[in-house]
């Protein structure tokens, strides 16, 4: 994960010039989407455990008009398709498993000057609502935004999350569990399921005013179920030639039922680059012991923004009650074909034999000339369980033609 600001919601620029015409507008829409097929598999160690594969193909569709007086509209589809696959354990049931298709967008949007309004299904890439897309069917949500850039160097948001659109319609995950998921999901991409009884209010800021230095902050509230709390700063010496950086950050969660403590999580990373190798070193901790609540990281399965994310398991466990987690990489990038990244990851968790060490290599290729927007990539993890008996071998591979 970047240590740079995620960033508000992810709008763009609307296609086109400003238009004289509504019948203007849509002549100067722009189309974009994607071809893709992915194949994940994982094999396991453990008495009783069967391994799983998948093998599933699909895309997405978008489309944007040009502005009419500052407004403009925009849609995406996404469909996914099962070839094949042997899961008798249902692994894939949550996030793969889907035959259908979803209108992931469907958004009208508003600049003036400074300021945008973005309103209905979107995508949104914020610190603790945020969007996975590493699967065929990337979530979504139905949230309405106002950002402004009024203050020179800040962007200032607050918004309102009404809806989650989930992987498939048999996603649940516990640390969302004031999302009305479906009950009986049929194996089709997930729908619109509503967030708590009020939705969730959201407010955010990043500043980057000092030299070098990038500041932000995440504030949301889900009425009567928890209020989550971000921030972060990342301070890069970018005068030094190895252009070294240092990062802290900081969760924060007040959870509203009284049987639940407060908890938190602060995390440190470090890093510099030597002749194009990026070097880094990370470390986060959660507050409390093994049966306090865990860390609430937000709204979405892209919430794992933590300096000990990782691959296979999202390093979702340095969110739980007192865990610490320990991160060395290194990465490599050649020019835009080529990158590569090598992490290896330690939850050490409170429990007796619970305890993870996760490795991953993560490798992508852009291909060139006529293949141009061509791109294949693979995941390959390796989870070592204390207790070996979930030990496991994951792998993910992914070819995209974007166009």
């Known amino acids: 994960m970047s240590l740079a600001v995620l960033g508000i919601a992810n709008t763009g620029a609307i296609a086109g010039d400003d238009a ?39 895309g997405h569709l978008k489309y944007e008009t040009g502005k009419f007086h500052g407004i403009g509209l925009g849609a995406e589809f996404q469909g996914s398709f099962v070839g094949a696959k042997d899961d008798d354990d249902n692994r894939y049931a949550m996030d793969m498993d889907a035959d259908g298709a979803v209108l992931s967008e469907a958004y009208l949007q508003y600049n003036l ?10 995508h949104i890439y914020l610190p603790l609502v945020l969007n996975s897309g590493t699967r065929m069917i990337k979530e979504s949500f139905e949230g309405y935004f106002l950002n402004n850039t009024d203050i020179p160097d800040t962007i200032v948001s607050i918004g309102w999350v009404r809806q989650y659109q989930t992987r498939t319609d048999k996603s649940r995950y516990p640390d969302n569990w004031f999302v009305d998921y479906e009950d009986d999901g049929s194996g089709e991409p997930g729908g619109f399921y509503d967030v708590g009884d009020d939705g969730l209010f959201s407010a955010y800021l990043k500043n980057n005013s000092l030299s070098n230095l990038i500041v932000q902050a995440h504030y949301t509230d889900v009425p009567d ?23 802290a950050q900081l969760y924060y969660t007040s959870y509203d039922d009284a049987a639940n403590d407060d908890n938190s999580l602060t995390g440190f990373k470090a890093g510099l680059n030597i002749s194009g190798v990026d070097l880094f070193v990370a470390y986060t901790t959660a507050g409390g012991s093994a049966d306090d609540a865990r860390v609430y990281r937000g709204l979405g399965v892209g919430c794992a923004y933590q300096y000990t994310e990782a691959t296979a398991t999202g390093g979702l466990l340095a969110f739980e009650a007192g865990t610490d987690s320990y991160q060395a990489g290194i990465g490599y ?20 034999l619970t305890d993870l060490d ?3 290599l993560n490798l992508v290729y852009n291909f060139g000339g006529s293949l141009t927007n061509l791109s294949m990539s693979a995941d390959f993890s390796v989870l070592d369980f204390s207790d070996n008996q979930k030990d496991a071998i994951d792998l993910r591979t992914r070819l995209i033609y974007s166009f």
């Open 20 to 58: 004289a015409t509504v019948v203007e507008a849509f002549a100067k829409g722009k189309t974009t989407g994607s071809l893709r097929t992915y194949y994940f598999g994982q094999s396991f160690e453990g008495d009783g455990l069967n391994d799983a594969d998948i093998w599933v193909n699909g």
């Open 113 to 122: 000057g400074n300021t945008e309004f973005k309103g209905g299904r979107q």
């Open 225 to 247: 179920e928890v209020v989550g709390f971000y921030s972060d700063a990342v301070y890069t010496f970018a005068e030094v030639p190895l252009k070294p950086f240092v990062g």
């Open 333 to 352: 990038n050649f020019e835009k074909s080529f990158s590569s990244r090598l992490r290896f990851t330690n939850f050490d968790r409170p429990a007796d």
């Open 358 to 360: 996760e490795y991953g």
